[in-house]
């Protein structure tokens, strides 16, 4: 088959058995900036053996050994496809029936010490329109940023450890849901501060005060993965550390909540709520992300005469005691992940 | 063409590289090469298939080490049918569950006053026909 160059994808499926790997069944759209590579660790020789005028090590003396994989996912989220993707890269989900769909929400409260694994699928065209499907299995996400540009739609990244490859693999059959509706930023809605009511199974976070100054926002968890466990014969599960999540933004300086929480350090709750057009029940599909707790870092605002004062947001993410430490909640025409 | 279904979370996908929209829970001709095959069961990989360090065998079929440490292979299907979350043979298991699953969620829609999709609400007749069959032949 003769691709294009817009043929690129990619696509995944949680695993049940950590590397035993699985036909991907939900695919993704590429965006620029997705990556997929592959090093082998090639370990070359410390002996040198002279001889025939040879200055360089032999080749012969150089062999592969147990490689790794280092990837790079991005989507758009969508209100519908998006619960495998969500499920592995944040390690939790829960899945409750509504009418017309369900509501899933996801967070990183995994029991243990073993995050999900997952087998990735990433097929790049070549220049001359043929295909090269790589796929990886054993894959762990141990980064994972969840994006609201200012001015766009609201992205997944997944930075990803994989523990085996292969070219020999067919291509999955790919299949996307109809008419999915992007989260955009000019849908959402933030709130920060007051008494926070976390997301149930059937309904989401409430309770915030409106906060209608952040232009942006991006929330990076990182899990602090060991993927360097090597045994004897083999690379063992990358364990899950503890995370450091932090948060980071741009804001208007149209207050002071934020300069004042700063220097009082508070502990402010915080969520942003993107509610589409597209009908489900008696409302429409949306996307929320719940931060029970986030303490500024830095960043009193500086401003310049004559233009608008955007201040930044650096934010550490912490436990608050009781409640995850962040929740993505969809409510989806999907009926099941 | 081979008859195959989806039974995935998604009302209705659409598969770019046929053209095809398939709506879930509603049998779908394909051609065979499209539809493909369910995934082999697991049996004991050959000498010739172990890669070191696991992953694959060398055909790109999985490789995976059971509990007694006896490396196991098996074939992964091929075109829609490998992928056994999302598709189905109408009359499996799989497919039945779907089936009813999906007349569930249509009559749920129903007695809401919620908009239901065409092919849906063909299928919960048919459905409701094959109940009514079955109640007299009972």
Redesign the interface.
């Known amino acids: 088959?003769t691709s294009t160059v817009l043929d690129h994808r990619w696509s995944m499926?949680r695993e049940s058995?950590y590397?035993?790997?699985?036909?991907?069944?939900r695919f993704y759209p590429w965006i620029d900036g997705v990556d997929a590579d592959w090093d082998p660790r090639p370990r070359q020789s410390m002996g040198q053996q002279g001889g025939n005028g040879r200055r360089s090590p032999l080749g012969e003396r150089r062999y592969g050994t147990?490689g790794q994989g280092a990837l790079k996912l991005r989507a758009e989220l969508e209100s519908?496809?998006g619960?495998v993707l969500l499920d592995w890269a944040l390690g939790v989900s829960t899945v409750t029936a509504i009418?017309?769909g369900?509501q899933q929400v996801f967070h990183t409260g995994i029991t243990g010490t073993l995050l999900p694994s997952a087998t990735v699928q990433v097929v790049k065209v070549l220049n001359d329109g043929t295909e090269q499907v790589e796929?990886y299995?054993?894959c762990t996400a141990g980064k994972v940023t969840i994006e609201q540009p200012e001015d766009n739609i609201t992205m997944l990244e997944v930075d990803v450890d994989a523990?085996?490859?292969?070219?020999?693999?067919?291509a999955?059959?790919?299949?996307?849901?109809?008419?999915p509706v992007l989260f955009d930023h000019f849908q959402g809605a933030c709130a920060l501060g007051g008494t926070l009511t976390v997301p149930t199974t059937t309904a989401l976070a409430s309770g915030l005060t409106a906060y209608a100054d952040f232009r942006s926002w991006k929330i990076e968890i990182d899990q602090s993965i060991d993927k360097d466990r090597r045994v004897i014969?083999?690379?063992n599960q990358p364990l899950a550390g503890t995370p450091n999540i932090k948060f980071s933004g741009k804001a208007e300086f149209n207050d002071t909540t934020l300069s004042a929480g700063l220097v009082g350090q508070t502990k402010f709750p915080w969520y942003q709520t993107i509610t589409t057009t597209e009908?489900l029940?008696a409302s429409f599909t949306q996307l929320q992300v719940v931060i029970p707790q986030l303490t500024l870092n830095k960043g009193l605002p500086q401003v310049k005469p004559g233009t608008t004062t955007v201040q930044d947001v650096d934010a550490d993410i912490t436990s608050d005691g009781t409640n995850r430490d962040i929740y993505v909640v969809v409510r989806t025409?999907?009926?099941?992940? | 063409m081979i008859s195959v279904m989806?039974i995935?979370?998604?009302?209705?996908?659409?598969?770019?590289?046929?053209g095809i929209?398939?709506v879930r829970a509603v049998p779908l001709e394909v051609p065979d090469e499209?539809a493909?095959r369910k995934?082999g069961p697991w049996r004991p990989a050959r000498a010739d298939e172990m890669v070191?360090?696991?992953?694959?065998?060398?055909?790109?079929?999985?490789?995976?080490r059971d509990e007694d440490g006896t490396w196991l292979t098996r074939d992964?299907?091929?075109?829609?049918l490998?992928?056994?979350?999302?598709w189905a043979r109408p009359g499996s298991d799989a497919a039945l569950a779907a089936q009813q699953?999906e007349v569930k969620?249509v009559a749920?829609?129903k007695a809401?006053g919620?908009?239901v999709r065409e092919a849906q609400a063909r299928l919960v007749a048919a459905a409701a026909s094959r109940s009514l069959d079955a109640g007299k032949e009972g």
């Open positions: 088959m499926k058995v590397n035993t790997p699985v036909t991907t069944d147990i519908k496809g619960g009418t017309g369900s796929t299995a054993g523990r085996s490859y292969t070219t020999a693999t067919a999955a059959t790919p299949a996307y849901a109809t008419a014969g083999s690379r009908t029940d025409t999907d009926t099941a992940l | 989806h995935g979370g998604s009302a209705e996908v659409y598969l770019p590289l046929e929209t398939a499209v493909g995934p070191t360090g696991g992953g694959w065998t060398p055909a790109g079929w999985p490789l995976h992964p299907g091929t075109g829609l490998a992928q056994e979350d999302l699953r969620h749920r829609l809401e919620r908009p």
